[in-house]
């Protein structure tokens, strides 16, 4: 499959690099998510990428092998949010990820979309989330978005994964 550049008019995320204690360890659990290494360097660095991109996350011990999550309460990386395509996609990353052993710490309808909170093996929040289509989003009287934080049903998210 190829990867065609969005068109874009503004600025757009392009990748998050994240230290981690141990590369494997990391690689294995973003993969997990979807993603597959396109580029590797030794022990110390990873690049992983989804249908056909260079690379959407970037890993590396170059400054933390062996070393502990960052400490609750300190500024940085709340979470890094994965976008899946669809309904079904979602639901069976969110299998595979349950299936490992790796616990989940929220999930959420928001009306614009679906999500999943949950931390990788270093500690860092990772979001894994659907958007519903622009027309389906909830609005206010004025038209403004009207995002909310309602209870998603993760039981019938998992059933579409079989």
Request: proline fraction near 6%; hydrophobic fraction near 45%.
């Amino acid at each position: 499959m190829t990867h065609d550049i969005p068109k874009q008019s503004g600025p757009m995320i392009g990748h998050v690099h994240l230290k981690v204690a141990d590369l494997d360890r990391a690689i294995g659990f973003y993969r997990l998510l979807g993603f597959e290494v396109t580029q590797r360097f030794g022990s110390q660095a990873a690049f992983l990428g989804a249908d056909g991109y260079h690379h959407h996350i970037g890993l590396n011990t170059w400054d933390s092998a062996g070393a502990p999550p960052a400490p609750a309460g300190h500024a940085g990386l709340y979470h890094l949010a994965v976008l899946y395509p669809d309904r079904m996609a979602l639901a069976q990353a969110l299998a595979r990820v349950l299936a490992s052993g790796v616990a989940l710490e929220g999930a959420a309808d928001h009306g614009v979309s679906e999500a999943v909170y949950l931390r990788d093996p270093d500690g860092n929040g990772v979001e894994l989330y659907r958007d519903r289509m622009p027309e389906d989003w909830p609005r206010d009287a004025n038209g403004a978005l009207a995002m909310n934080n309602a209870r998603l049903d993760v039981p019938a998210l998992l059933a579409l994964a079989g």
